[in-house]
Structure formats: structure tokens, C-alpha cells
């Protein structure tokens, strides 16, 4: 894999920036950062390489809070999210690129539309819920690793207390990952040539993000951080559907 310098250096950036991001806000990675890597490499590159991340990620941080864990939850969601990730690397692994370039950039769109003008309800929903969310949300994590969100809406309805929430949220996303890297493997995603250096290389952006992002968390106001990952969402959702179409 023979990667222009500037095209690593872009990716170096948007890795750098997705997980300053995360330390700052706890907004996911890969919700960040696809939208952007996808403009430098192809889909089934960049997804492997933010899979290795979110792992680290998950290990420095869900695993530490798993005795907060509300495992009721946890394990009602576990089940369909393992369907979800089975049908999305399916899809994955068969779709054209382009097509999935297109599903991205509509809902990225369309979760950033709905967290700027819908406010979330506070009302308890029923675990049925479990069901379709929990699926749904396997076959995004798969597809492009943007699947927390979808739990986070059906969890934050359920759990009350925030530090069992985020601890329940963290032990989900690890568990995911775990269940995307074991379905990669088995499709040869992490096969091609170069793939492996590839991560390597960006691996001190990613650190260097979280790292960056966890010292300003008290420094820097979190809700202009979000707003102005909204706006970077929304930029790249439209660049997405436009070059697709």
C-alpha cells in the first residue's frame, strides 16, 4: 500500500482530531472521524484501522468501569447487537462502495438532524426496544462503526444513573468491538497488504487524541466542542451523498 504523504498526513489529522474529541466530549470516534477518512481512504481500510482504536479505547476505559455495569441491560442488547453485527458485515463485505458511501452520508445527516432538533425524551421505553435497536445498531457498528448512538438512545432510556449509564455504554461499545474484530477476521478485512502498517503509523494519533483531549476536557467549553463537531458531521454527511450520487 503506497499512500501519498499527504493523504497520510490528512489521516493522521482526522485520527488525531476524532479522539481529541472523544476526551473532550465522549462523542464516538468513528462518528467523527468516517465521514472524514472516507474522503482519503476506502471504507474497508479505514473502518479496520478505527476498529483497532476503539479496542484500545474500550480497554482504557470500559473494562476499568465494568463493576457499574447494569448487566440486565447489557445482556438484553448483547444478543441482537451480535445479529446486527452479523448482518452488517455481510452487507459490508457484498455491497458496492459506493452504495455504503451513500447509506453513511444519509445517517450521519440524519443523526445530526435529529440530535440538533429533536430533544431527547426522559420517559422510560419497554425492553422490547431491545429488539430493533440493539440490531440496528450491530449492523451500523459493523458497516461504519457508528452504532453507540443507537444503543446510547435505547440505554439512556433504561438506566438512570449516569456513571452505571456510561460504564454500561463503554462495556457495550468494547464488546462490539470485540464481536466486529472476531466477524473482520473471518471476512479478511484486516488482509490487505499495507494494513497493518497503515495502523501502526496512525496508532500515536490516536493516542496522542485521547491523551490531548482528556487534559482540556476542564479547559475548554464541551458544548462549543459539540457544536462544532455538528457542523463538521453535517459537511461531511452532504459532501458524502453528493459525491455518491
Known sequence: MNL???????????VTFAYTVVGLTGFGASMVAMPMLVQLLPLRLALPMMLVYDLIGGVAIGVRHRRSVDRSE???LVPFMLIGVALGVTVLVKAPERALLLLLGVFVLAFSAWSLLFRPSQATIAPG???PLGTVG???SALFGTGGPIYT???ARRVQDKGRLRAT???LLFMSALARLASFVAASLFSPPGLPMLIAAMLPCALAGMY????LHHRLPAHRIVQTVWVILIVGGATLVLRSL
Do not use: C, D, K, N
Not at 501519498?4 to 482526522?14: F, N
Open 153 to 155: 438512545i435505547y440505554l
Open 138 to 140: 450491530g449492523v451500523f
Open 4 to 14: 501519498p504523504i499527504e493523504t497520510l498526513m490528512g489521516v493522521g489529522l482526522v
Open 74 to 76: 447489557l445482556l438484553r
Open 129 to 131: 426496544w431491545a429488539l
Open 169 to 171: 455504554i463503554s462495556l
Open 212 to 215: 490531548l483531549g482528556t487534559h
